[in-house]
DNA sequence: TTTTATTTTGCAACTTTGTTGCAAAGTGCT
DNA sequence: AGCACTTTGCAACAAAGTTGCAAAATAAAA
């Protein structure tokens, strides 16, 4: 893990730091994604808030994790897959936000639908967030 | 345009106010969805701050407005249909985002495409938000 | 390994955004 | 007009996010 996470943060042309790897490894090891808050109330008193806002934004950037809108206003976070590179996101997936356990999923194997958009309108991006019961909460 | 602004209010049971009165009015007027800033922006001085977050929050529990999701983190509003109520929407429309001239548009004819979720996931919402280039922005 | 150059971090100070309690003003009703 | 009730504006506060800069850490060079 300790080498997967360097090996991330190297790739990217970033220098490994300790809030770099320890941030990272949040990712890798949580289920669904995570906000600022989120790692804040992880890392506890580790790092500085401002340190925190700045790896999220240099991660965005450097396509290793990218933000996921959701209704509450509070942008959520989740690791990118290996086709996203530096400012060039390929995350062409659908986002599902329990309304249970508030996990957000990235449901990768789920095909954005194509909307039939008004003519003269051009779409670049789609996104989709479904909200619900997911699969754990449903079995309860 | 006064006469159906105020029986929107009465018929959502709310006094008629200056504030309110106005704030519907903009909605009504404009094009696309509106933010608290642009609200803040088109009165000037006229309201408090706390008024507009107050008359928002109010008209979206009685059903005159819902809020729109945006990948920036910043919560737009637009006018409901006829069909929305007392703390109950029935907004099932997709949302425009136009990356040119930024506004966004409720697509109301546009049918929210059946996304097909893993095995024990169960959907209760779907928001889906275009972003590209709208009609206006791309005949120019 | 030590030195040097570059990057990153933490702190402080600040801005922006949103919330809450309460008295004054406004609205609806008789 | 008078009264009950709701809404507004203000102030004070809390939370979220930004910026500049010196100190610390990392990477590259010697
Ligand atoms: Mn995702
Ligand atoms: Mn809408
Ligand atoms: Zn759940
Ligand atoms: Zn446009």
Redesign the interface.
Known sequence: MQNIVAETLKRSQLSVTDSRKKILEYFHHSKGALAHADIERLSGEQFDRVTIYRTLQTFVEKGIIH?I???D???RYALCKDDCAEGHHHDNH?H?VC?VCGTTFC?D???I????????????????????????C??I
Chains 1, 2 share one sequence.
Do not use: R
């Open positions: 933000s809108p959701t209704s206003n509070s942008i659908i599902f309304d449901l194997h789920v095909t639908p194509n909307v039939q958009l008004p003519a003269g309108f051009k779409s670049k991006q789609t996104d989709v967030i479904v909200s619900g019961i997911c699969g754990k449903g079995n």
